[in-house]
C-alpha cells in the first residue's frame, strides 16, 4: 500500500486548499478513504471518510466547509477546505478506511498553516 499526500501550503485564514491522495498498490475503488490531521502537539484527528459507495462522513469540526470527494479512476481522494481557520493548522493525513474508528495512515502527510 502506498499513499502519496500533496496540495498542502500555507494560506490566510478564510482561505481554501485542495490536497489529494494518490494511491496505489490496493484496490483503491474497493476501500473507504479517511482524512486525518494532527496539530502541534496533539493527537490524531479523524476530519472526513469516504465510502466506496461514495457516502461521505465529516467531523463536526469541518462540516460544511470541507469536501471530501474520490476519483476511483486516478486512484485518488481529495479534501477541499474552504473557510480554513488557524484551528485547521495541522499535518493532514490520507488513511484507508472510512470512519474514525477504522482507518490506517500510510502516507508522510502534507502541512497545512493557516495564519494571518
Known amino acids: 500500500v502506498r499513499l502519496a499526500e500533496s496540495g498542502g501550503g500555507s494560506v490566510q485564514p478564510g482561505g481554501s486548499l485542495r490536497l489529494s491522495c494518490s494511491s496505489s498498490g490496493f484496490p483503491f475503488s474497493r476501500y473507504g478513504m479517511s482524512w486525518v490531521r494532527q496539530a502541534p502537539g496533539k493527537g490524531l484527528e479523524w476530519v472526513s471518510g469516504i465510502y466506496s459507495s461514495g457516502s461521505t462522513r465529516y467531523a463536526d469540526s469541518v462540516k460544511g466547509r470541507f469536501t471530501i470527494f474520490r476519483e476511483n479512476i486516478k486512484q485518488s481522494v481529495y479534501l477541499q477546505m474552504n473557510s480554513l481557520t488557524p484551528e485547521d493548522s495541522a499535518v493532514y493525513y490520507c488513511?484507508?478506511?472510512?470512519?474514525?474508528?477504522?482507518?490506517?495512515?500510510w502516507g508522510q502527510g502534507t502541512q497545512v498553516t493557516v495564519s494571518s
Open positions: 488513511a484507508v478506511g472510512p470512519t474514525s474508528d477504522a482507518y490506517k495512515i
